[in-house]
């Protein structure tokens, strides 16, 4: 995994690019095995975190409900 890589995907997931830099970093993706695999990786973890804040939200007020 490459640092590099890493920030240009942080950038791009979080759409913090460009249209340029955008279509430059796609055009990356699509030539570059390893960039593809930390993409999909990134993405996956992503996921993980925003389902994971979701049912933490759904929990809290069954928590406090429940609590003793």
Known sequence: M?????????EYLLN???????STFE????????????LSFTKDVQQIVIR???????MKPWEEENMW
Do not use: C, G, P, S
């Open 27 to 38: 055009q990356d993706v699509n030539h570059d095995e390893k960039l593809q695999d930390q």
């Open 16 to 22: 913090r690019m460009t249209d340029e830099e955008r």
């Open 52 to 58: 994971r804040n979701e049912m933490l939200a759904k």
């Open 2 to 10: 490459k640092i590099d890589y890493q920030d240009r995907i942080d």
